[in-house]
């Protein structure tokens, strides 16, 4: 199973809106409505930003949003604070009943 | 107070083995499908193992099926995963997370493997 595929780095300035892909196939993003999104910071245990494709957990900013289309998830960050400088992955269920994570995008606020 | 704490990391030989343990609380753990993900250094996010509520389903990644096994203990709120035939590729922080909506909301600080002779 090949990892998704997320661009490596996005940038953006405060206040801005930032947007990240996550390229799978129809035997994973496509196939499925089970798209996760995780930040995680230097150091630090990632954390769950976005759940079932566009679903936040409780405590997480509505600043940030996900969708999917096809075989493309996709997370958006509204208002770019400087707390989002992170690495940022998605996870996907497949069709082979495993998982596959993407291969991770760093975000950097300018 | 909801936590994950992994613990049996450290220094192995290639071809030896380890088990890791992954100790729940604050949280119904039988309840919970769970999950193991590690992270090479300097490297993504990898899908190593994933086990239902009573054990009774498993799953692989490729790179370590035939060489890992997760198990868990509800009785002792544990979750393992004994590795073996350990390789160089395998060296990285393991994390244990727990699975709800299919996603993963709750992980571990992480302990870290290095296979090294």
């Known amino acids: 199973q090949s990892a998704l595929t997320q661009p490596a780095s996005v940038s953006g300035s405060p206040g801005q809106s930032i947007t990240i892909s996550c390229t799978g196939t129809s035997s994973d993003v496509g196939g499925y409505n089970y798209v996760s999104w995780y930040q995680q910071h230097p150091g630090k245990a990632p954390k769950l930003m976005i759940y079932?494709?566009?679903n936040r957990p409780s405590g997480v900013s509505n600043r940030l949003s996900g969708s999917k289309s096809g075989n493309t998830a996709s997370l958006t960050i509204s208002g770019l604070q400087a707390e989002d400088e992170a690495d940022y992955y998605c996870r996907s269920y497949t069709n082979s009943s495993t998982y596959v994570f993407g291969t991770g995008t760093k975000v950097t606020v300018l | 107070e909801v936590q994950l704490v992994e613990s049996g990391g450290g220094l192995v030989q290639p071809g030896g083995s380890l088990r890791l343990s992954c100790a729940a609380s604050g949280f119904s753990f039988s309840t919970y499908a769970m999950h193991w993900v590690r992270q090479a250094p300097g490297k993504g996010l990898e899908y190593v193992s994933a086990?239902?509520?009573?054990?009774?389903?498993?799953s692989y990644a490729n790179s370590v099926k035939g060489r890992f096994t997760i198990s868990r203990d509800n009785s002792k709120n544990t979750l393992y995963l004994q590795m073996g035939s350990l390789r160089g590729e395998d060296m990285a922080v393991y994390y244990c997370a727990r699975s709800r909506n299919d996603a993963l909301d709750v992980w571990g600080q992480g302990t870290m493997v290095t296979v090294s002779s």
């Open positions: 086990i239902s509520t009573n054990g009774g389903s498993t």
């Open positions: 079932d494709v566009s």
